[in-house]
């Protein structure tokens, strides 16, 4: 909507304040899904298999979702930024303390000293910066990350070979440096007690930190730290007396399995990936250009909108695909899951398979059946339908209820969770092979509307 500059020459009307003209920015890798409304639960319902099988006609707001499954490569993006900047900020502390006010630009750790809103001498003060220093609020506080940002321009030396000097060293590889203060624990496990022989990076220090916003508190709520690394583990701990080392050493970080479905990532993780992603966007905007829009934030689609999502706009569908079937008329399977009695290998693909895989529903959405189950936003009740709303509904997280809502069905399931309306659940904090996730963004503004969705495929 275009609004007419208010000014002078306004003759005392009412012509609304200034506003640019706003275009929707459909994100990378997204489709918009757009507003309707549909029959909520099974076309078939079976009081014995389904968690609700009871109907209810609900409405959403159109919004974006991820064409497929976060990847291991989309995934490593996140791992890989936070692991830089959890160095970065040891980096910075350290050289905070070895060089504190002085002014050493010679020495190697200038280049990762925190970077801080002060005047050098000489400069004239702005009135904001006369205001911070009357208060008491101008100054750093390296224990404060508020304070001061990080230094991003200088690259990180992770080979041996080239680091600048031992104080550098000892931060990156534990101990004592020449000049440092404290005695650094490392970030690395040394070769001969990994299983590749290589050394390897501590992922538990990999953590995220992030707040959220209490609304019912009107204030936001103390900062947490989450491990974001996925637990590669649960190729063993899902399967007891089962050979699945390879899956274990190489799913997450071979290129082979790059644009495969990340696994062993919690709701607790996942919520921390759209955190960072909606931080890591916006970031960039800023950067870009003054007074430009934020974007609105990435999180985990709601249960109805994921249902919504997986049906590609078909009414009364049992699959994405329409159904009832899970093999098209030359008797090729239409998802990965487990079919007939229990033979993983007959549909081609023993465990998961890339996330652009098979043929996508009606929406442009590839796997919202089988692959991988996808975490969603929504606490899980088993009576949910019959007391939520009409509108956009969905069941808000709680500290009494870690059960959240798990959809779509996947590589290790038979054919009835992979209906569009199957409810499962686990808890926030597990990590499984078989669970992955993907994002959705509100759509900002009224969209196209069905019949005009450019979108849809067939």
């Known amino acids: 909507m275009v609004f007419i500059s208010c000014s002078k020459n306004d003759r005392g009307e009412l012509v609304g304040t200034k506003a640019n003209k706003f275009f929707a920015d459909k994100p990378h890798g997204m ?28 409405s959403i707001k159109a919004f974006y979702m991820d064409e497929t499954e976060i990847t291991n490569s989309e995934y490593r993006q996140f791992v890989n930024w936070v692991r830089d900047s959890v160095v970065r900020t040891e980096l910075a502390v350290a050289a905070y303390n070895k060089i504190g006010e002085e002014i050493k630009e010679d020495d190697p750790l200038w280049d990762f000293m925190p970077i801080y809103n002060r005047v050098d001498d000489g400069e004239e003060k702005t009135a904001y910066q006369e205001y911070l220093e009357e208060n008491f609020k101008g100054e750093l506080d390296i224990d404060d990350k508020s304070t001061y940002r990080l230094n991003w321009d200088t690259k990180l030396i992770w080979e041996r070979t080239d680091y600048p000097d031992a104080n550098y060293a000892a931060v990156l590889e534990g101990g004592i440096g020449p000049d440092l203060l404290n005695d650094y624990d490392g970030y690395f496990f040394p070769a001969d007690s990994t299983p590749n022989g290589l050394k390897a990076f501590k992922t538990k220090k990999i953590k995220y930190n992030s707040r959220e916003f209490n609304s019912e508190k009107n204030k936001w709520n103390e900062y947490k730290a989450i491990e974001i690394y996925p637990d590669t583990t649960v190729w063993y701990r899902d399967f007891s007396f089962s050979y699945n080392e390879p899956m274990h050493n190489d799913y997450f970080w071979h290129d082979a399995y790059a644009e495969y479905p990340v696994v062993g990532v919690s709701w607790e993780q996942a919520k921390a990936f759209a955190h960072w992603r909606t931080f890591y966007k916006n970031q960039h905007q800023r950067k870009a250009k003054k007074n430009i829009q934020l974007v609105s934030d990435f999180r985990l689609p709601t249960e109805a909108e994921w249902e919504y999502a997986a049906r590609g706009g078909l009414e009364r569908a049992e699959y994405p695909w329409g159904g009832p079937y ?61 007391f939520v709303s009409g509108l956009n509904p969905n069941i808000e997280g709680n500290n009494n209820n870690q059960r959240k809502v798990v959809r779509g069905g996947s590589w290790k399931d038979v054919a009835h969770f992979l209906k569009v309306s199957s409810r499962d659940y686990e808890l926030q904090n597990k990590k499984r092979s078989y669970i992955g996730f993907r994002t959705v963004q509100s759509y900002m503004g009224e969209d196209v509307g069905f019949q005009e969705n450019p979108n849809k495929i067939f």
Not at 36 to 52: A, K, R, Y
Not at 362 to 382: A, C, I, Q, R
């Open 326 to 386: 899970t093999y098209d008329d030359k008797g090729c399977f239409l998802a990965n899951f487990k079919p007939e009695r229990g033979d993983y290998i007959a549909d081609q693909i023993l465990y998961t398979a890339e996330a652009e895989s098979y043929w996508p529903n009606d929406y442009g959405l590839f796997n919202m059946s089988g692959n991988v189950s996808e975490w969603t936003d929504s606490n899980f009740e088993k009576s949910s339908k019959d």
């Open 31 to 58: 489709v918009l899904i757009p507003s309707g409304s549909f029959t909520m639960g099974p076309s078939n319902p079976n009081v014995l298999l389904d968690q609700n099988p009871s109907l209810k006609t609900v």
